[in-house]
């Protein structure tokens, strides 16, 4: 047996009349018409009162009350007792502590504490603006649900979405589906996202990205904080700076914005990598640890530990790096060795230095215990030179010529046209010029105080047939872009996009509310009014 529903309770109204003529079987109430239903309290100028339905129309300046949670003004409402259910048009506001919302016609159902709308609505708090072309009101959850295109203004940005959860009192807004947020900072677009309108935090979980004046961020996670302008983002990271031309890649980033000063820092680590354009080559560097600080046009970058690059015609490795874009010069740190095509290079301390007006490589620079080591081509032996330091010069980046000073030596395969052995040259001078071409010595000149000889292979034992320091590390040469990696960041990488493909995989919902959300007025109480 469905439960008896109490009856509308007639409170108070200037003039009450039955006229079975005009309104049959109904009470005609007017001014000041005031009734109740189960906590409920509708007031208006007149109404029309069916007692055997028990229902009502109110009619002018009519105001439904629902203790302090609820306020619904409009010209002309319905209510029907039996079912509980409220029906309001005509300049219709409906207000909550949290925020008042402007439309034509509202349902409002009170089993489920439910209003929903179909005709544009402008919603307002203390923070922000909504408009939608329909919606629905969760009275229990102060939760605004927007299923069609709804915008939210801010003084500092602007949400539009298709699918938008936006909780009156936290103001926490849940993105479902292509959104964007946009403000004169920055643009952002995700497809699953928070966003606290309060505290300005947000994060973003699918297709995601920030997009700068200046660079791209994206990721399979993104965190932003407004009031920072700080972002991080998790797995598959890659952060795209249009004005350097140069991509850097990772699974896990951090990036500071001064808006002021415009000196930006950003750190990325998990098989970081930093792809930049150079004469239409990409050159790729490696570290576990990566940092990029400064001004466009005067940023510094710096990796660290286990540092590996790589270049069709150049690759190398050194225990971290330095490059300040202002000045164009590189800087490898500990244990710098360069491999030029087939020349090995070494020495205490390596510098590349670039052109800053064309951006190609100008010249190199090592010093101390400077040693180029190449193979010979059609034998065993190797090509050497050492000495203090080295001076290189680029053509087109690509090593031409090479200056070693102070106690060179040199250990030369010398062959002619029909690329047969002449001799093997073994000389020590104060000087060695030396021009290259791709991977071969097309010549080399010894200067001053010239010592030595050319040797026939037979007269010149193994053990003459290398310098003091030769070490040969071929089998530690990086061949190709892959190679910078070491194996367990490949492992590291090969989980995350395991765990990345299978959360793709899973079926596409929207986010859930946090802990935070549900909780919030128990956790945030309002001060009690004395």
């Known amino acids: 047996m469905a439960q008896k529903k109490s009856p509308i309770q007639v409170e108070y109204s200037d003039f009450a009349d039955i006229n079975q003529t005009e309104i049959p079987d109904a009470l005609l109430l007017r001014g000041n018409v005031r009734v ?9 100028n007149k109404a029309y009162y069916f007692q055997k339905e028990n229902y009502i129309k109110a009619f002018g300046d009519v105001q439904m009350v629902q203790g302090d949670t609820l306020y619904l003004n409009s010209k002309y409402a319905e209510y029907n007792g039996e079912v509980k259910k409220a029906f309001a048009t005509g300049n219709v506001i409906m207000r909550s502590p949290e925020s008042t919302l402007v439309t034509d016609t509202i349902n409002f159902d009170r089993n489920t504490q439910e209003a ?3 005709t544009y609505g402008t919603i307002t708090n203390r923070e ?24 939210i203004t801010n003084p500092k940005y602007t949400i539009k979405s298709n699918h938008l959860d936006y909780y009156t009192n936290s103001g926490h807004s849940y993105l479902f589906g292509p959104s964007t947020i946009t403000s004169k900072e920055n643009y952002i677009y995700t497809e699953k996202g928070f966003y606290d309108t309060k505290k300005n935090l947000a994060y973003f979980k699918r297709k995601s990205y920030i997009k700068y004046k200046d660079r791209r961020i994206e990721g399979d996670s993104l965190y932003y904080d407004r ?3 700080f972002a991080s983002a998790t797995n598959n990271v890659k952060i795209t700076d249009s004005i350097n031309k140069g991509i850097i890649k990772g699974h896990y980033a951090e990036i500071f914005r001064n808006l002021k000063t415009e000196k930006d820092s950003m750190m990325i680590t998990k098989r970081a990598v930093a792809i930049t354009l150079v004469e239409n080559d990409s050159m790729y560097v490696h570290g576990k640890k990566m940092l990029i600080t400064g001004k466009p046009g005067e940023r510094i970058v710096r990796a660290f530990n286990n540092v590996r690059f790589y270049k069709t015609d ?7 790096i330095h490059s300040d874009q202002k000045t164009a010069l590189t800087k490898l740190i500990k244990n710098p060795i360069l491999w030029n095509y087939e020349n090995q290079m070494t020495g205490d301390i390596m510098h590349l230095i670039g052109d800053k007006k064309t951006e190609k490589l100008d010249s190199l620079k090592v010093l101390n215990n400077a040693f180029i080591i190449s193979k010979d081509t059609l034998s065993t032996g190797y090509n050497q030179v050492k000495g203090q330091n080295l001076y290189g010069k680029f053509r087109d980046n690509k090593l031409k010529e090479v200056d070693i000073i102070k106690n060179t030596e040199v250990i030369y395969y010398m062959r002619n046209d029909q690329k047969e052995l002449i001799g093997i040259n073994k000389s020590v001078s104060s000087k060695i010029n030396m021009i290259l071409d791709k991977n071969t010595i097309e010549t080399i000149t010894n200067y001053n105080q010239v010592d030595g000889d050319i040797y026939p292979e037979a007269e010149l034992p193994e053990n003459a047939r290398k310098l003091r320091g030769f070490i040969w590390r071929g089998d530690e040469r990086i061949k190709s872009k892959d190679d910078i990696f070491p194996p367990e960041e490949n492992e590291l990488d090969a989980k995350i996009q395991a765990e990345s493909n299978a959360e793709k995989a899973k079926e596409d ?4 509310p946090s802990k935070e959300t549900l909780e919030y007025d128990k956790n945030n109480p309002k001060p009690k009014v004395k």
């Not at 109740?36 to 208006?44: A, K, L, M, Q």
């Not at 329909?134 to 295109?149: C, I, M, P, Q, V």
């Not at 150049?314 to 971290?320: A, F, I, P, R, V």
């Open 227 to 229: 009031n920072r302008e």
């Open 314 to 320: 150049m690759s190398g490795k050194c225990d971290s």
């Open 116 to 118: 929903f709308y179909n």
């Open 128 to 151: 922000n603006t909504l408009k939608s072309k329909s919606g629905r009101y969760y009275a229990n959850e102060k939760k605004f649900r927007f299923l069609t295109a709804v915008t």
């Open 36 to 44: 109740s239903h189960e906590g409920v309290v509708f007031t208006c």
């Open 509 to 512: 919902k929207p986010l859930e």
